[in-house]
T-cell receptor
């Protein structure tokens, strides 16, 4: 019955590999997000999708490619992983995305470690 | 470019104490300000959301205030409990639809 779920919870991989993180929300929300929390605990937005359309794309290397097959899912694929990609990645969702009353609901995070 | 600062970075208090966490932001053109709680190894939980037209919001022992013109918000926690120990994050939503987060205040409430 988890509202926003992510898989896997932990991901350890070698430099140069390609990996994906999956996110699903069962809240019926229209908007989903990916955030990165680095080693200094600084949380920054990476991408946002509204009804499967990209609406926010921060200055993220194009090795990162989000994919939204439907509005309940937003997956993150990362090519050619680098050491600096090690972080905790959070998925979130919100009802509309454009309202000042929206709050965001976060998943538990995926801790990615690149060796 | 919006920047959010939270002071102090860490705070340790004895159980039962009332406390205030501070948040400041550089661009006052915001839609709302939110306070989140993050427990170790877990995601963020939304605590309070204050719209730009509001001055404060209350939920139980928590009270958040917003002074948009001065770019400040405070989170007041009354009668703190060990279960309140967590990192508290402040985030503002501006015209770009993005949430911009501060680095958080790590709170420890000692029994």
């Amino acid at each position: 019955d988890t509202a926003v779920s992510q898989t896997p919870k932990y991901l350890v991989t070698q430099m140069g590999n390609d990996k994906s993180i999956k996110c699903e929300q069962n809240l019926g929300h229209d908007t989903m997000y990916w955030y990165k929390q680095d080693s200094k605990k600084f949380l920054k937005i990476m991408f946002s999708y509204n009804n499967k359309e990209l609406i926010i794309n921060e200055t993220v290397p194009n090795r990162f490619s989000p994919k939204s097959p439907d509005k309940a899912h937003l997956n993150l694929h990362i090519n050619s992983l680098e050491l600096g990609d090690s972080a905790v990645y959070f998925c979130a969702s919100s009802p509309f995305g454009g309202q000042n009353t929206d709050t965001q609901y976060f998943g538990p995070g995926t801790r990615l470690t690149v060796l | 470019k919006q920047e959010v600062t939270q002071i102090p970075a860490a705070l340790s208090v004895p159980e039962g104490e009332n406390l205030v966490l501070n948040c400041s932001f550089t661009d006052s053109a915001i839609y709302n300000l939110q306070w989140f709680r993050q427990d170790p190894g877990k995601g963020l939980t939304s605590l309070l959301l204050i719209q730009s037209s509001q001055r404060e919001q209350t939920s139980g022992r928590l009270n958040a205030s917003l002074d948009k013109s001065s770019g400040r918000s405070t989170l007041y926690i009354a009668a703190s409990q060990p279960g309140d120990s967590a990192t508290y994050l402040c985030a503002v939503k501006g015209g770009s639809e993005k949430l911009v987060f501060g680095k958080g205040t790590k709170l420890t409430v000692n029994p």
